[in-house]
């Protein structure tokens, strides 16, 4: 097979000729409308200029551009295929002037008959996009269906296109358009490989030793007659098998003493690679390859004293699922690239995830996303793209919409390790159930039953059988029974942010499964400077309440509100980025706290959300350009293997330390009702072992003398845990009172800079205690081991600061604040 890429410079036309502009595909209007200078010196980011992005995307576009194919490509083929992988979204496609096909699901991959439409030497090709907001607008009129209103284009449920491109609670309204994957020419000779499966038997012999089938099958188009695939699979050792059928006929191969794919945390990640060669009498038609990884995954559902499990398995082993919730990654698909998701999930990696969740309102990521997860070591949670609206699945059309789009998405992804399970739609069985607002009817009512609870299940398990399937995020098991239930399945708990409830309040509650949580911050005051001017940058001002899209703008206050709970007023807007940022830590930290006290009743948690499309304030932990916030760290340390945590409770404490992945731990826990001068007041030390997977409650001390008579707002509990080497794995405070009501003395903080493997060293000392010690470069950006600590009177502690450029950095180059900071 022969491939020709039409990526490269397009023209981009409106109908009546507004716009006119060149674009490098693939790519998207809005990307093209940037880098032709559009917005003058600034982006679309800048200050209000997304709100114009509604009216620009009301018309039809043309994209053309014209092409010469080398002389060989239509000789000695006969088939060629327009091969696009990502048209967004309601299409009309000419070659050399003539229509060979159309399309309207942007989550496709489209393969069109382009055989002879195709001449040797100069071809023209002509999109047209058609106006996709016109197109809702007159679907709406006809049959209205409902579909979610917080700051989202009415309508958005109607087509088959990245939701939240019409905006969301979190991102702007861009209805991009364009070539958004990649768009090739194929000259096919006889035939062509489709999709490979793979399927995984895990046995055990009678010795005990392991054994996998792995079972193979490839489609081939075309004139597949006297055609032959041969697979070679290849260990990650180097070992190979070779098998041979017919083009749909399964190969099994027997793979003895397999090597075991495991979630981050719980061992290696070795994957297996596999080539699928196409034959017809001993000549190569067509090759693919993809790598898989070997090990088995259910959903633990036991029914036990609080209701029913809810976790992962894999291979046999029953894990606390530690992750987030992954959203588009930009505003502009196609500038998604590989880059930004090996970022993104190194990010996850590094905070000790083994798990995300793709969420239902965005896109089915592309090939090299799974990739990356398998390699890292990351579960994927994949949502089907249905989020917050209802849908037409009594209209038969529609069905067969999405038995192709879901088909051709989950058979690209379904030989990936990572891929763990595959779940209906984000929300909206509860909303039947829940949300208050709605009046729906039983029509709806049915057409949701149809399309989640039988449709896409006998799908999901045709296309990919070994995965589980789940009806919706949040479910107990389906038919509208109490979907939110915290005793089954997985819960969205929303009290405390949307509830307006006080962090503490989720202390409350029992959840088995916690999927989606969150809490808003301002994003680094760096990004914030990258989209105002000076006089805007204010919580209040148009522009700080246009990056905020939550609840009619109002999500600002409410993050002022939160802060103002827990700390003194900040100086300025950089100072309430940072305290923004330190309640978001300080909810997701007592939040996944107390989720793995209660391992085991509890065996997920996924926060809303880690990462934005655009620079906004929202729920992420990273923001759109990358920058951590005080979140993601404090993710990193509760997710950390061995977690020492305490719950305080007026004057009471209780110290736990929970473990997960495959050690358990043994130690010493040493804590000390501390003042900031280091003065202890009172000390206690034991030895601690904890089996591997469990928490353990280690100590429960009542301070209700120490700390009499506004104490609290002197003394602190300070716990420290090293193993049996001696090695410091955790230092926690607790302070027993509001942060704000504390006089924080000057720490007088003190830091060394020297060069070091991975960057730089950073040493750090303290005179007193500090509070939040935050780290970062005045000029550009890096990553920590650790940020946003605190840290005792007396304390030394070693920071690596990631560093591969070759600027050379020195102390003076060292941004470094303490909570007493923000407001003096
Ligand atoms: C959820 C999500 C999103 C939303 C978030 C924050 O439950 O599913 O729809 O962005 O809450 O409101």
Redesign the pocket.
Known sequence: MKAFDLAGVWRIRSGCGTYDIEGNMPGTLFQALEESGYWGEKDLFWRENNRKCPEIADRDFMFSRRFTLPDDFLTDSDRISLDAEGLDTLTEIRINGTVIGRTENMHRRYYLDATGVLKQGENSIEITFFNSLAYIREKQEKRYIWS?P?NIIDGFNRIRKCSSSFG???GPQVPDLGIWRSLSLKAVRRARLGDTRISQEHLKDNGGTDRVILSCSSTAEGNTEGTSIRYTLTSPSGKTWQMESAPGKQADIVIGNPELWWPNGYGGQPLYTLKSELFHKGQLLDRGELKTGLRTVELDRTPDEWGESFGFRVNGITLFAMGG?I?PRDVCNARAGRKTAEELLGNCRDANFNCIRV?G?GIYPDRDFYEICDRFGLLVWQDLMF??ALYEADCPEFREELRLEITDNLSRISHHPSLALICGN??MEWAFEEWEQMRWDGRNKAEYTLQYEYFLPELSKKVTPLTPYWKASPSSGGFFDNPNDPDRGDV?Y?DVW?GGAPFTDLRKHHFRFLS?Y?FQSFPSYKTVCSYTEEGDRNPYSPVMEDHQR?GDYAGNRKIMKYAAEYFRLGKDMDANCYLSQLSQAEAGRYAVEHLRQNRGRCLGSTY??VNDNWPVAS?SSIDYYGRWKALHYAMKRAYAPVLLSCREEGAMAEIYVSTEGMDGFKGTLKWALKECSGRIIRRGEESVQVAPRTSRKLAAEDFSRELAGDRNRERYLSAELTDEGGRHIWRDTTWFVQYKKIDLPDPELKAGLKQAAEGYEITLTAKRYAAFVELDLYEGDAVFSDNYFDMDAGEERRITLYWNSPEELSEKKLKIRTLRDSYR
């Open positions: 979610a917080d969301w609670d979190w919730n959203i969420w309102g989020a917050c984000n929300e969205h929303w949307h989606e969150g939550n809303w959300q729920w």
